[in-house]
Every structure is written in structure tokens, then in C-alpha cells.
């Protein structure tokens, strides 16, 4: 039976298996599926909702298994996807950080209040955003998110918007033609960790699939981290970025998938919990419902 895997770069990990090849040396049937084709529908007003998230398409046929950042698992169970976390990564924390131009007005996240804050909605990049300005004591209503990708940095360099949620290796470019200054640490924000997740009749029904897929990503992750200049290729070659800034990101962030903990989710819980009161998701969420014991024990094994 065929198993279908949503990549994207983004997801780091699932990028690399697909092009070393791993998976298929376990599996004899993968179909690989570039999240960047598939259609999600317009764009949200990123004041009033989250986009549609890609744990959709688990639930449409287009793929079983996919790896993204924090808040899409959250958006899926919100649309009410039966939805099973799988693995988490460590604490990505140097990955990316809340920015404003070093002189602007704005000396902490309270200066946001009223300001054009550029992101990725829908991504990792909301959920660190919602915390910052819990932090300061606002709301999503307080501030413009300005929901944008492919032309975030351009934006910000452009004085556009007034901070950004920036990432590596997108940061690296910015960092060498302006002098930035970060708002609020994202370490004590919150871990910013990748996540794997699936659909629980997959986590269930198939588990020796699941289990072949954890220990591809766990090898891959290994090759990786042993060469992550060879790694930085296989991105510079999608986006024709700098190998050499790829190679920084990959080299400043942990490798290895690690099973769920009850610190993750009371952090995965807390955001879900904002997400709501802010108005980002209609019903609130259980996010220890997308958690099974038996898929962690899966990952442990994967580990030893």
C-alpha cells in the first residue's frame, strides 16, 4: 500500500529523507507530496483567523504523514481532524526571533500596540508572536499582522512593516544589510520545536509504516547533522539561497526525533488556549487528545 509524505523545506528533516532516498529502502511504495503544490483555499484576513492548515489534506487523500512547526496540529484538531502527534524535535530556539530595525521606536513587544507586524500566519511564526504579546499584556486585536512569505524580508528592509517574525537561514540576508535588535528572546517564549504528525486511523492501522518513517527521519536527521554542508545543498538548489546560509541554519538547530513530553504539550495546550481566546480558531482544543502512548514508545524504540 502506498504511503504518501507531505515535505516543504520548511520542515528541514522530511526535505532531506527526500532526497537521500531513505524511506524507500524501508518502504516499497512512498509517494512524496511538495506541499507547495497543493492548493489551501484563499488567504485568511490574518486579523480575524488562522489560515486553513495542511493537516487538511491528511483527511482528503493527499498524503499520511507530514512534518511542520507548532501551530498547524492546533489548527487541524480546532477543524476537528482526528489528528495523532508523532514525534517532536529538541528546542529550536536560535531558529528565529521577533525584529524591529535597530532604530525604531519600539523597545519591547508593549511597543507593537497599534504597529504592522510581518509573518508567516499559520505557521510557527503566529504562535510566537501570540506569546510575545501575551508577554506585554495585548491581544491580537492590538497590533496589523501582515501575513506574507516569499517577500517578508524585502518588506521589513523596505520599512513596510515595523517588525517581522523572522527565520533562518531569511534572517541571514537582512542581518547583513540592516542593523536589527530583538524585541523578547524566543528562548523563554516558548521551545519553537518541529513536529510530525498524522492521522490517528494511520497511527493506528499502520503502525510498521509509522515506525519505518521514524527511523528514516531518525537516520536521516543523523547524515544530517554529520553533514549538514552537503545538507545546505539540496536547499540552495530549491531556492538558489546561498548554500553557505543554509549551512548556518542547519548547523544551529538539533537533530533527532524525540517523543512527546508533558512539558511540550502544557506548552502546545497554552498556545492552543490563546489561539482561541484571540479568536484565531472557532473551538477550543485538547491537545493530550492528539497524544497516544503507543506512538511514543514507537519513537523511544526508534531512538536506541
Not at 19 to 28: I, Y
Not at 117 to 140: I, N, P, R, Y
Request: hydrophobic share 40%; proline share 6%.
Amino acid at each position: 500500500m502506498t504511503v504518501r509524505v507531505g515535505y516543504f523545506p520548511q520542515n528541514n528533516s522530511l526535505f532531506v529523507l527526500r532526497h537521500l532516498g531513505l524511506l524507500e529502502q524501508r518502504l516499497p511504495d512512498v509517494e512524496w507530496v511538495d506541499l507547495r503544490g497543493l492548493e489551501h483555499g484563499p488567504r485568511v484576513d490574518p486579523t480575524r483567523a488562522l489560515p486553513s492548515a495542511h493537516g487538511d489534506h491528511l483527511f482528503d487523500g493527499g498524503y499520511d504523514f507530514i512534518g511542520t512547526g507548532s501551530t498547524p496540529p492546533v489548527t487541524a484538531q480546532a477543524k476537528g481532524h482526528d489528528i495523532v502527534y508523532v514525534a517532536v524535535s529538541g528546542p529550536r530556539v536560535e531558529n528565529g526571533r521577533l525584529v524591529v530595525h535597530a532604530d525604531s521606536d519600539i523597545v519591547d513587544p508593549g511597543g507593537l500596540k497599534g504597529r504592522r507586524v510581518a509573518l508567516g500566519h499559520g505557521s510557527w511564526q503566529t504562535t510566537l508572536l501570540l506569546l510575545a504579546l501575551e508577554k506585554a499584556g495585548l491581544t491580537w486585536s492590538d497590533i496589523t499582522p501582515v501575513d506574507v512569505y516569499g517577500d517578508a524580508a524585502e518588506r521589513f528592509l523596505a520599512r513596510e512593516v515595523d517588525a517581522w517574525v523572522g527565520s533562518y537561514p531569511y534572517l541571514t540576508k537582512v542581518e547583513q544589510q540592516a542593523e536589527l535588535r530583538e524585541l523578547i528572546p524566543t528562548d523563554g517564549l516558548f521551545s519553537h520545536r518541529s513536529l510530525w504528525f498524522t492521522s490517528r486511523a494511520f497511527a493506528t492501522g499502520r503502525r510498521d509504516d509509522l515506525a519505518a518513517i521514524v527511523a528514516a527521519l531518525q537516520e536521516a536527521d543523523a547524515w544530517t547533522a554529520e553533514h549538514p554542508a552537503q545538507a545546505a545543498e539540496f536547499f540552495a538548489a530549491d531556492d538558489d539561497r546561498p548554500a553557505a546560509e543554509w549551512e548556518h541554519a542547519l548547523r544551529t538547530r538539533p537533530w533527532g526525533l524525540l517523543p512527546l513530553d508533558p512539558g511540550f504539550v502544557a506548552e502546545q495546550q497554552h498556545a492552543a488556549d490563546l489561539f482561541f481566546a484571540n479568536g484565531l480558531i472557532e473551538r477550543s482544543v485538547t491537545v493530550a487528545d492528539a497524544v497516544l502512548g503507543e506512538v511514543n514508545d514507537v519513537v523511544r524504540e526508534s531512538a536506541r
